[in-house]
């Protein structure tokens, strides 16, 4: 075949026009895709919400007990009378010296607002364990943390250990 033959039978109209998927995407279809993620974010974005606000008022659970149980393995450990002190959404943890007897911070502190966004309120602050762990109070005080319309409350006992 010669140059002329190939160039005319390129255009002859009797041969297919180019397969479907070879022209592309019109503009309608893209607009569809773009409409139909955004109405699936627009579902799926406040269900996410609530999930992070829950599991963020769980993990301020979890952070809260394990500080009240470091407040009482301190005490136990040094033979000593330590605290557990909430000022504002901050805890923090007080320890007599067994040496000079001088109170001093025991680990770091833990904002639960910075870390986790919630909020903290007590019945009962601070909370004090002799050298056995104990607390020398004389009922069982409760702790809320809450995030929106998610809350949770920890009930510690007289003795000192958490009920709940």
């Known amino acids: 075949m010669n140059q002329h033959t190939l160039t005319s039978a390129r ?4 041969l297919p ?3 479907r998927s ?6 309608m279809e893209i607009l569809l895709v773009i409409v139909l993620i955004g109405l699936m974010s627009a579902f799926a974005i406040p269900k996410l919400t609530d999930a992070m606000r829950r ?4 993990s301020a659970r ?10 009482r393995a301190t005490a136990i450990q040094r033979g000593t009378t330590d605290s557990l002190i909430l000022s504002g959404n901050v805890l923090r943890i007080r320890a007599a010296n067994p040496v000079t007897g ?4 025991v680990g770091n502190s833990v904002d639960l607002y910075s870390r986790y966004g919630v909020t903290v309120s007590s019945t009962n602050s601070p909370w ?5 762990g104990l607390g020398p109070g004389t009922s069982q005080t409760s702790v809320t943390i809450s995030k929106g319309p998610y809350s ?3 009930l510690m006992s007289a003795a000192g250990r958490v009920i709940q």
Do not use: H, K
Not at 55 to 58: A, E, L, P, R, S
Not at 62 to 71: D, H, I, P, R
Not at 128 to 132: A, C, L, V
């Open 152 to 154: 949770t409350t920890i």
């Open 102 to 105: 001088f109170s001093e911070a």
């Open 128 to 132: 004090t364990f002799d050298s056995r």
């Open 62 to 71: 979890v952070a809260f007990v394990a500080m009240y149980a470091q407040a």
């Open 17 to 19: 026009a180019p397969a």
């Open 55 to 58: 599991q963020n008022v769980q």
């Open 11 to 14: 255009m002859c109209p009797c």
């Open 22 to 27: 070879e022209r592309g995407l019109t503009l």
